[in-house]
C-alpha cells in the first residue's frame, strides 16, 4: 500500500477506469454480483437492443426501475477520494464504465462516460437527444418525431462511441499510473484497458473486492473495498 500511495504521489498522468463496484456503497446494485438479477433477468440480457426491440416494455420497466433506485442515490468515499486525486494530480482522466452519473455528481470533472448515462434519453429515429430526470413513462416518446426513446446508454452488442474509446486508448497507452477500481474485468472492449497500459509501460493498479481475470497481470492488486482503499491512498 505505501509503494502504490507515493506512485499516486509521484505521477504526473493518471489514468482511472471504473465500474459498478465503486458505486456499490452508495446503495447502486453491481451488475455481476448477487443483486445482479432483475426479475430472474440478467442485466446483459436487458441491456441488449434485441432484447429492446423486442419487449420495449420489459427494457423500460428494468430502466425506469434502476433511474428512481437511483434518484436515492448519493456518491461514496470512494467518488468523493477519486474527485479528490483529481484535484491533486496534474493530470487525471477518470474513464467510467458506469451510466450511473455519480463521479460527476462527486465533482469530478475530467470523465469519459464508456457506456453512456442513464439520464439522458434518445430518440429511437431522430436526432433528439436531451437529459431527462423525471419520472418517465412505461414506453417514453420522443417530443419531436413522437417514436419510442431509449436509454442513452451502449448496449451490449452495440460500438461505443469512437472518439469515446479512442480517448480511453490513448490514455491508457500515456499513463505513468492505470488504476482500475471496482470492476469484474469481464466487460470488453474497457477490460483489456489495464493490459494496454501495461504493455506501454504504466504502473498497473487494480482496487477491487474480488479477485477477477485482470488480478495476474496488474502490477499491484489491492482487495477491498474501493472507499476504504481509496481513502489511504489518496493524499
Ligand atoms: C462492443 C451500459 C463491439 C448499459 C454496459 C470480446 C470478448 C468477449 C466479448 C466481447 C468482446 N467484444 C465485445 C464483446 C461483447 C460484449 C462483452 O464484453 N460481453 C461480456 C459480457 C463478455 N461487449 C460489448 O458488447 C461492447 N460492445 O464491444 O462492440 C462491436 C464491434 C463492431 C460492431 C458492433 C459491436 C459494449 C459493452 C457495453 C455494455 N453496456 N452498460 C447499462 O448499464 O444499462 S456494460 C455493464 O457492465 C455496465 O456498464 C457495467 O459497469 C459494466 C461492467 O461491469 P462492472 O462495472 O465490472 O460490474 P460488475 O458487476 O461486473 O463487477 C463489479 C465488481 O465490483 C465486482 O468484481 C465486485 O467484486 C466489485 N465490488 C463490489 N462491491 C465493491 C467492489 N469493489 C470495490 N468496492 C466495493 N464496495
Ligand atoms: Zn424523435
New binding site residues.
Given amino acids: 500500500m505505501q509503494t502504490v500511495m507515493a506512485l499516486v504521489d509521484g505521477a504526473e498522468r493518471i489514468a482511472v477506469l471504473?465500474?459498478?463496484?465503486?458505486s456499490?456503497?452508495s446503495g447502486v446494485p453491481?451488475?455481476?454480483?448477487e443483486d445482479?438479477l432483475w426479475k430472474n433477468h440478467r442485466?446483459?440480457e436487458?441491456?441488449h437492443p434485441e432484447t429492446f426491440s423486442r419487449e420495449p416494455h420489459l427494457v423500460w420497466e428494468?430502466?425506469n426501475w434502476?433511474r428512481s433506485l437511483l434518484s436515492k442515490c448519493k456518491p461514496n468515499r470512494?467518488h468523493h477520494a477519486l474527485a479528490a486525486l483529481e484535484a491533486h494530480a496534474s493530470s487525471m482522466l477518470l474513464m467510467?464504465?458506469?451510466?450511473d452519473g455519480l463521479h460527476h455528481m462527486a465533482g469530478s470533472h475530467n470523465v469519459i462516460e464508456?457506456?453512456?448515462n442513464?439520464w439522458r434519453v434518445k430518440c429511437t429515429r431522430c436526432t433528439y437527444l436531451a437529459e431527462d430526470y423525471s419520472e418517465l413513462p412505461e414506453l417514453p416518446k420522443c417530443p419531436s418525431c413522437g417514436d419510442l426513446l431509449r436509454?442513452d446508454?451502449?448496449?451490449?452488442?452495440?460500438?461505443?462511441e469512437p472518439g469515446t474509446l479512442h480517448s480511453c486508448v490513448e490514455a491508457a497507452a500515456h499513463a505513468d499510473i492505470f488504476m482500475t477500481?471496482?470492476?469484474?474485468?469481464?466487460?470488453?472492449?474497457?477490460?483489456s484497458l489495464a493490459d494496454l497500459a501495461k504493455r506501454h509501460g504504466a504502473v498497473t493498479v487494480e482496487?477491487?473486492?474480488?479477485p477477477?481475470p485482470n488480478s495476474g497481470l496488474v502490477d499491484f492488486s489491492l482487495q477491498?473495498?474501493?472507499?476504504d482503499?481509496l481513502d489511504k491512498l489518496i493524499p
Fill in positions: 471504473t465500474g459498478a463496484g465503486v456499490a456503497e453491481t451488475f455481476r454480483g445482479g442485466a446483459e436487458l441491456a428494468f430502466y434502476r470512494a467510467t464504465q458506469n451510466v464508456m457506456h453512456g442513464i436509454p446508454v451502449v448496449w451490449f452488442g452495440e460500438q461505443l477500481v471496482g470492476t469484474s474485468g469481464i466487460v470488453q472492449p474497457a477490460a482496487i477491487n473486492l474480488d477477477t477491498g473495498k474501493a472507499a482503499i
